[in-house]
């Protein structure tokens, strides 16, 4: 009888230190076998007791080395006969690959997979789908790890229809059975009426990236504009200014820096467009590159399944177009300061209150209408945390710094330069600008929803929220709700709700409470001029128990 061939894979004569056919072999005690020179490189490098890199058995003394002659005739022999070396570490499957189904011991990284047999294979067992006719039908994709996502649960088929119904994908079973009656295609023809949509899709995305790209060099030119037409005003203004001699020098300076504010705030103004554009150009690139990569995908099962979990293109928030204003944006300023050099006596007396509108009504921008609806408010919403270094001693700040609790015991010893010492109060980490809302959930005697400066004292009466210049408050209890602002209160008749909402728009110096219960009911609305970043806060009465929380606004 002849001898049965013994089908041997390439680690069985492999060092596992190199991952080579075994070198000058040799065995060591414990029974595994290495090249001579890897196992005493390994020991060399070892400061303790010799081991085995595999079983981690120790040895002492350290065993002598011998080659293993019969090993490495076999070795030699099996190298005549074509075993090669073993493949390269990077051809082996990694714990991100798709390994090959098919291959013993250690899997290699896979090339194909066939949505027919549902299996992944290397190079090697792959050869089998390329050269026999029995293969020639079956379909080969890019390897796949999701492929037992396309067999269905009930019937162990392969799903190649969909039920545009109950919009899933489904085995030829299904649609005779559970899904009988219903409108039912096969998963190609519907993969080809979504791919029309994805392309639309990709079209408009590429179209408005176009539309924004022109509006951000339309706003570069805007800021180009303001501020020549700035630099020009000053120099204009200086030299007017300069012919009223000690009279109007005070007046002078005033008008330099108010437009140098107004042309920062402008220029801010364009530049903070500019980001949201440029940000919306980097979201729509990366959709762009979603929607392509899907498109490309050629197993239809995978495309139908990852299709529905695209969201839908949003409507833009900007406007389409940007108007361009005259070159000389202050030019009212000049022709003011002007009409000073005539009626000096006047201006000093009644004509300064021209000069500052004449400034301010610089707007490149059209205003954008204020939010109506929730929904409209909850575009702005934003992510509200408290900052424990302001919190005072006897507040516990809890769900990711989100909530604040007045408890009986201090919570903190520390005595940070930013706590705030006489009140229950504190402010968020985030400096607000811009259009923001948020949303607060109150609970207690007395808590104030407020916006506050940095840079508001943080002890004695005029640390207290709603008490100064530097803080707008509105006071929450379950009778009533007040408004408070530089130690002036304004009463509120509304029915009291355990959740308030605070909209600011920074830039328009805008500052609205609402009642949120099962619609919005404003509460107080504030229009003034924000001179500094603000920040939001709470205030809480010494009540234990009371606490406010930010909510998450989806």
Known sequence: MAQKEVDLDQETFSCSICLDLLKDPVTI????????????????GEEKIPSCPQCRKTFTPRPVLVKNFMFASLVDQLKKTGLQSAPADHCYAGPED?????????????????????????????QPHLDEAAFKKH??????????????????????????????????LCSVDEHRGHDTVLAAAERTERQRDLEESQQQIQQRIKDREKEVKLLQQEVEAINHSADQTVKDSEKIFTQMIHLI?????????????????????????????????????????????LSLTEDHSQFLLNYPSLPP???????????????RYFEEVTATVSELRDIMQDILREQWTNISPTVTRVDVLLP???????????????QITLDPNTANERLLLSQVNRKVTVMRQLQSDSDHPDRFITYAQVLSRESLTGRCYWEVEWKGKYVCASVAYKNISRSGRES????????????????????????????????????????????????????????????????????????????????????AEFCKLK
């Open 98 to 126: 798709v390994s090959c189904d098919f291959c013993s011991g250690r899997k290699l990284k896979a090339i194909k997979s066939c949505l027919i047999c549902l299996a992944s294979y290397c190079e090697k067992h792959l």
């Open 464 to 547: 207290l929220f709603g008490s100064n210049d530097k803080s707008w408050t509105l006071l929450c209890s379950p009778g009533s709700f007040s408004f408070y602002h530089n130690n002036t209160e304004t009463s509120i008749s509304a029915p009291v709700s355990s959740k308030v909402g605070v909209y600011l728009d920074h830039r328009a110096g805008v500052l609205s409470f609402y009642s949120i219960c099962e619609g919005m009911i404003l509460l107080h609305r504030v229009q003034t001029t924000f001179t500094q970043m603000l920040h939001a806060g709470v205030r809480l009465g010494y009540a234990v128990g009371a606490s």
């Open 313 to 327: 293109l949003s409507e833009s928030t900007h406007s389409s177009s940007i108007n361009v204003r005259p070159l």
């Open 249 to 293: 020098q005070k007046r002078s300076c005033d008008v330099k820096q108010q437009i140098r504010s107004q042309q920062q705030t402008e220029v801010s103004r364009v530049k903070d467009l500019q980001e949201e554009l440029e940000q919306e150009i980097t979201e729509l690139k990366r959709r762009d590159a979603e929607l392509k990569k």
């Open 139 to 172: 379909k080969l994709v890019e390897p796949s790890k999701n492929l037992q996502e396309n067999i269905c649960s009930i019937h162990d088929e392969v799903m190649k229809m969909f039920c545009r119904t109950d919009q899933k994908c489904i085995c030829y």
């Open 29 to 44: 005690p414990c029974g595994h076998s290495y090249c001579m020179k890897c196992i005493q490189g390994f020991w060399d």
């Open 368 to 382: 954008e209408p204020e939010p109506k609806s929730r929904a409209d408010f909850l575009r702005y919403s934003c």
